[in-house]
């Protein structure tokens, strides 16, 4: 049995898991850009036994892929507008 069901079509153009210290709150997660429902990223959190805890939406402007780079930031693409985004720690 699946752990998570989409009824209506997703769209998925990009997939990353985060596995990164960085931003250690996104540790384990999966980031899934969805450009048919909105060109939204999904967070999608599990427990200890890989059960889905949340689902929920990052940001409206991610249309294309999601990478996690080597600095930990969570860089995505909007092909609609041509930009790149990058969600990071803000310096203190």
Do not use: K, W
């Not at 209506?8 to 996104?26: N, Q, W």
């Amino acid at each position: 049995m699946p752990s998570q069901v989409y009824l209506l079509a997703g769209g998925v153009s990009g997939l990353a898991v985060y596995d990164h210290d960085e931003l250690s709150e996104f540790a384990g997660d999966v980031l899934m850009c969805q450009v048919h429902r909105g060109s939204v990223m999904h967070r999608i959190q599990f427990d200890d036994d890989g059960h889905i805890t949340s689902d929920t939406i990052l940001t409206n402007r991610c249309s294309g892929d999601v990478v996690v780079g080597a600095d930990g930031a969570i860089y995505f693409v909007d092909v609609l507008s041509g930009a790149i985004h990058r969600i990071s720690r803000v310096e203190q």
